[in-house]
């Protein structure tokens, strides 16, 4: 059952919901005792029946609390509501996700420049080598499960302009992934489509944090085409979504260092801040620069009648 505006979880009180799906509905609330809003994650009431979902709903929020880094989505308590459903309560990222901020961006005309790519790059190799580090894989990558927060100021490049100065990138949602310390790496498949790695469809192939290599190039690739970047990132692009897991990169800082060489070598002007190919300069219309040279053209013809 949903709740509403001014109902109670645990010591938290309800403000509104701000995302829902067929597993769990987030809601903003207030932490009255610490005058501060959070993000309450709470399992939907049939999953919570089932023993499975609960344990995989326990087992994300241990996960997030295992990993340590400010790229990662923060746990700060766990609990049960009246009704028995499971809930998390999270630094609450109120400002979209990845996907939604580029369909906004995109809408309004603009290209993302290669210092937006960069600083999406570092994001996910920030998250990521924690939660290798940590034993984990996080197994679905994708520009909704990368939340837009807010944070601390960040002095980002000047052709940086898909975060504000106070906002960061979060990874979120580690509910599918696989704990590699309490298993031999073979997994159910599963995933998003267009983002998973092939072996993510074999439920008897090995998966490990090269899963995550693929999920991130297919990010970063599915980014650089609101850009008009695919073209000179195909060949790293070709490497890091490898059907063979071996012939991807060896690890998330290699992904990197490979990505980075690439986009700065072909970074956009100081600015980044770009119109899409076919959007016309700012302030100054294709109609006026026409009507401009016709009037140029009238004067000229003018001017050559008086003198004759």
């Not at 906004?104 to 190799?125: N, P, Q, Y």
Request: hydrophobic residues 45%; charged residues 25%.
């Amino acid at each position: 059952m949903a709740e509403s505006p001014g109902s109670r979880i645990g010591r938290y009180r309800v403000l509104e919901p701000i995302g829902s799906g067929g597993f769990a509905t987030v809601y903003r609330a207030m932490d009255d005792r610490l005058s501060t809003e959070v993000a309450i994650k709470v399992l939907a009431e049939n999953h919570s029946l089932v023993p499975e979902s609960r344990e995989r709903f326990i087992a994300e929020a241990q996960h997030l609390r295992r990993v340590h880094n400010a790229s990662v989505a923060t746990l700060y308590d766990l609990g049960e509501t009246d009704s028995g459903q499971p809930y998390m309560v999270l630094a609450l990222a109120d400002r979209g996700d990845l996907s939604t901020r580029i369909r906004d961006v995109w809408e309004e005309g603009h290209a993302l420049s290669a210092g937006d790519l960069i600083v999406i790059v570092e994001m996910l190799t920030d998250s990521l080598a924690s939660v290798h580090a940590s034993g984990l894989v996080h197994r679905d990558v994708t520009p909704k499960n990368i939340l837009v927060q807010h944070g601390s100021p960040n002095n980002w490049a000047d052709d940086v302009w898909l975060v504000d100065q106070d906002e960061r990138l979060v990874l979120c949602d580690l509910g599918y992934a696989k704990d590699l310390r309490m298993a031999s790496g073979i997994t159910s498949g599963g995933g998003t489509a267009g983002f998973a790695a092939p072996e993510q469809r074999d439920s008897v192939s090995i998966v490990d944090k090269r899963a995550d290599i693929y999920g991130s190039t297919a990010v970063l690739a599915w980014a650089a085409s609101k850009g008009g970047h695919a073209s000179y990132l195909s060949d790293f692009v070709a490497i890091g979504k490898a059907a063979n897991p071996d012939d991807r990169f060896e690890d998330m800082f290699e992904w990197r260092d490979e990505a980075l060489q690439v986009l700065r070598s072909h970074r956009l002007g100081s600015d980044g801040r770009r119109l899409r190919a076919e959007e016309e300069p700012s302030g100054v219309s294709m109609t006026m620069v026409v009507g401009v040279l016709l009037l140029l053209v009238v004067l000229a013809a003018l001017a050559f009648a008086l003198v004759r």
